[in-house]
């Protein structure tokens, strides 16, 4: 049995609050609805108004702040402004003021009947009027079984919790660690130096609910913040936004973002401060000798340290080229586990600590031991696999570059052989070719539609088109980000050519061995490759033998976000961008097929590596956004109905990742309707919701063999919990992995990685050597939507745990953070051609 998890978790214990609620002014939003119709032409005052720089700037520049509502011309705005505390309706008054000069009199579009309505609308804008709109009352935030009362619990008790730890200082393995506010619900400690560098530990709040009781948490995040302490660069290209912490006083640190800008300003610079964050700082403290923005950027050594004036703080990320980082990355088990026992006895009176959760045993997929296999029956059983997922008797790869490439694309051929040994004479035959890039690789002149077209027409040109689909291998310089990068141009080039493509870099070298291109990387450009092909590992032993889950088709339902193709770059149009597009992909572990399915294409399915060479051509089209459109308005309605009469005997699972989006698109899979449902057992509703606003119904499942397991991401969604682990007898903490269970909700955890920061974690903390880095297996949360009578759950969401753990492409780790069919759905989004990332 597995030791127990610990989840970063409390249970709400103090339920009482005094809330404060302030009311926004009749006259003023018939202005403010006035200037949005003025601002946006298509606006529509039945709708709700365009107010997110407001929203941030109220939350960002304001304390205890629980909730700014929406408004809309028949919107009730008696409880616009929710605090913990009485709003203070200067600050309020004086931001919504620099707010309106920001949006509507600066922009460059504003019309001067635009500016007109603004500066009435400012002249409106009064302290006393707005102070008339000020009420209290005190509210009960969570019901006797844990529940939420009312809509602010989730904000109002996250918001509370930080509040009352702001200022407050814990021991931390030799250290003392005080922590100050520097956002909602975030807290952040002292700048910490080590060698000329800084760092701090963050914490971050969050409540959440867990079906289908809906019981709130509240959910610990720590984290540990880099910043920027040198720079090299005199010249330094920005690229991306900076969210800088601005010391504002003792235990307050507020976000101001610096950018790039579109012009020069005043004084020459390119570099700025985003100018209403400098305007709200102003209300707090003269901005008249505020340093610039490049001023900080070049010389950040002067604004890091605690007694800089003021202290300003550059969270360090990767990629930043014109500074060097030393401290590591991540916080360990070790340093969780002690944030948790600090905490706990600061938060008596308002939470209590969850416990732990034991595990529920799970099956892992145990690839053939070394030990026990000869390395040609491991080849031979990794050739048998790929032909049955693939259905080929033979695969071509290409590998393009220049001559000086010859030693990587050696070592490139040389991991293939040594992965599936030598083909010649097997049941699938692996063909490598040598190919020069030639200046197909070169930068292009701009990163418009014309300059990819050129250049997928090139590659057209140079690169004979293929009956079969093959794959090409590209060794290219690291050009991301920069302006001409040409890698998504050549993919969709390739895909012309009927070419999967994958990319590797020639300059990423093995620390141990500078002479030679790294091991890891290039094992894992061919592992990544073949895994288009629709390559996954998987061998049955004796536990997934035994789990009838191992025999279903899983399918797995995923949706695309705000697609707008390269081909629209230029234009300013909001209906050239897809909101979303549904996708599924099928795939049965045991006999290795991968299908795809989306109504964009001609065919009701297509293999895996079919689906991407179409994805690719059909985001060039012109009609890619209508039918985007087309194929979204139903959601998963009919895909749905269809898998359910498709699995009347046989079994299928579907996963669906519970997101923002897919919950707009399938309302049955949010909590708040779980709750609802009416079970038979647990697990097994009589019916459930499967429709969208548009398309809203309820069908029953039981009839037939389909099943249905929900899944929510781990820490970055900030919906699942951290977790530490237990301390064995040598003092020591255990590792963990496998499935776990509270009440009617399970966590996943992979296999355990094959990584020195992995291991480090377990055994380390920062103050030991803050030059380490830490990893960690983030929960996956796991809740079966619709089950059998007859299933046991644990079998199916313990099945739906291997899944990731089939994918060959992370030679670091044992597993991938998606199941195998929703994992490959999302690296589908890799070929489209789109003006930003799918996200």
């Not at 870099?505 to 092909?533: N, T, W």
């Not at 929960?779 to 899944?803: F, I, S, T």
Request: hydrophobic share 35%.
């Amino acid at each position: 049995m597995n030791s127990p998890i610990y989840p970063m978790t409390f249970i709400p214990k103090k339920r009482n609050f005094k809330l404060y609620y302030l009311a926004f002014p009749k006259p003023w939003k018939e202005l403010l609805i006035q200037l949005q119709v003025s601002a946006y032409k298509k606006y529509d005052p039945e709708y709700y108004m365009k107010l997110f720089g407001l929203k941030a700037c109220l939350n960002g520049w304001l304390d205890e702040v629980v909730n700014v509502g929406n408004m809309k011309a028949n919107s009730d705005d008696s409880r616009w402004f929710v605090s913990l505390n009485e709003p203070d309706v200067h600050k309020i008054c004086e931001i919504m003021k620099k707010w309106v000069t920001a949006e509507y009199e600066l922009n460059d579009k504003a019309t001067s009947e635009t500016k007109a309505i603004a500066e009435k609308f400012k002249s409106e804008i009064d302290p006393d009027v707005l102070r008339h709109g000020i009420t209290s009352e005190e509210v009960c935030l969570f019901n006797e079984d844990g529940t939420a009362a009312v809509d602010y619990a989730f904000d109002a008790f996250a918001l509370y919790v930080a509040n009352s730890l702001n200022g407050k200082t814990i021991p931390f393995f030799g250290q003392e660690l005080t922590f100050s506010n520097c956002g909602l619900k975030k807290l952040v400690s002292q700048s910490i130096e080590y060698d000329k560098q800084y760092y701090s530990y963050g914490l971050q709040f969050s409540v959440q609910t867990t079906p289908p009781q809906r019981e709130c948490m509240l959910l610990v995040f720590p984290s540990v913040k880099r910043f920027v302490s040198n720079a090299w660069k005199k010249k330094i290209y920005l690229k991306e936004n900076i969210n800088a912490l601005v010391k504002m006083s003792e235990n307050k640190y507020r976000v101001m973002k610096m950018k790039r800008l579109n012009k020069k300003n005043d004084k020459g610079e390119i570099i700025g401060w985003e100018s209403i964050d400098k305007d709200c700082y102003g209300l707090y403290h003269s901005n008249s000798n505020f340093p610039s923005a490049e001023e900080v950027l070049k010389h950040p050594k002067d604004y890091v340290g605690k007694n800089a004036v003021p202290q300003i703080l550059l969270p360090y990320k990767f990629g930043m080229d014109f500074t060097n980082m030393k401290i590591g990355t991540g916080v360990s088990v070790k340093e969780k586990c002690e944030f948790y026992h600090q905490l706990t006895p600061l938060l008596k009176d308002i939470a209590e600590p969850m416990g732990e959760v034991k595990s529920v045993r799970a099956i892992h997929y145990n690839k053939p031991d070394k030990k026990k296999f000869e390395a040609a029956d491991i080849q031979k059983m990794r050739r048998e696999r790929l032909k049955v997922c693939t259905g080929r008797d033979k695969i071509t790869l290409e590998i393009y570059g220049h001559d000086s490439d010859e030693p990587l694309k050696n070592a490139i051929m040389e991991d293939i052989c040594d992965y599936f040994g030598d083909t010649d004479g097997s049941d699938v035959k692996i063909e490598i070719e040598k190919r020069s890039i030639g200046s197909l690789g070169d930068m292009m002149n701009g990163k418009s539609y014309e300059d990819h077209l050129l250049r997928i027409k090139r590659v057209q040109e140079s690169v004979e088109k293929s009956a079969e689909i093959k794959g090409a291998v590209v060794i290219l310089k690291n050009t991301s980000e920069e302006k001409g990068d040409p890698k998504a141009a050549l993919r969709a080039g390739f895909a012309d050519t009927n070419r999967l493509t994958q990319f590797i870099v020639p300059d990423v070298l093995d620390e141990k061995a500078k002479d030679k291109p790294s091991k890891s990387r290039i094992h894992g450009a061919v592992l990544d490759i073949f895994r288009q092909f629709g390559y996954t590992e998987f061998a049955d032993n004796r536990n997934t033998v035994k789990n009838p889950a191992c025999a279903a088709d899983v399918i797995g339902v995923y949706a695309y976000q705000t697609l707008r193709p390269l081909w629209a770059a230029e234009s300013k149009s909001p209906v050239l961008t897809a909101k979303f597009l549904p996708a599924y992909v099928t795939f049965n572990a045991r006999s290795g097929q991968v299908k795809a399915e989306c109504g964009l294409f001609d065919e009701r399915e297509l293999s895996y590596p079919e689906a991407l060479i179409a994805f690719s051509k059909l985001s060039r089209k012109d009609d890619f956004v209508d039918k985007c459109n087309q194929v979204a308005r139903g959601g998963f309605v009919t895909k749905l109905l269809g898998l359910r009469d498709l699995y009347k005997e046989s079994d299928g699972l579907v996963l669906v990742s519970c997101n923002g989006l897919t919950r707009n698109l399938w309302h049955g899979i949010s909590d708040t309707s779980i709750s609802g449902y009416n079970m038979k057992k647990p697990f097994v509703p009589e019916k459930i919701k499967i429709g969208n606003s548009i398309s809203e119904r309820t069908e029953a499942f039981t009839d037939s063999h389909l099943r249905i397991i929900r899944l929510r991401e781990g820490v970055s969604t900030l919906e699942v919990p951290d977790y530490y682990t237990e301390i064995n007898a040598k003092g020591e903490f255990k590792q963990a992995s496998g499935v776990y269970r509270r009440k009617d909700v399970f966590w996943g955890i992979e296999s355990r990685p094959d990584n020195i920061e992995y291991r480090n974690s377990y055994k380390n903390c920062r103050a030991d050597n803050p030059i380490k880095s830490f990893d960690e297996c983030a929960l996956m949360e796991y809740y079966p939507l619709q089950l059998r009578e007859e299933d046991d759950p644990k079998q199916w969401v313990g099945y739906a745990n291997l899944l990731r753990e089939l994918m060959p492409e992370n030679p670091s780790r044992q597993a991938v953070r998606l199941p195998a069919p929703l994992h490959l759905a999302k690296l589908m989004s890799e070929y489209f051609l789109l003006c930003d990332k799918e996200k």
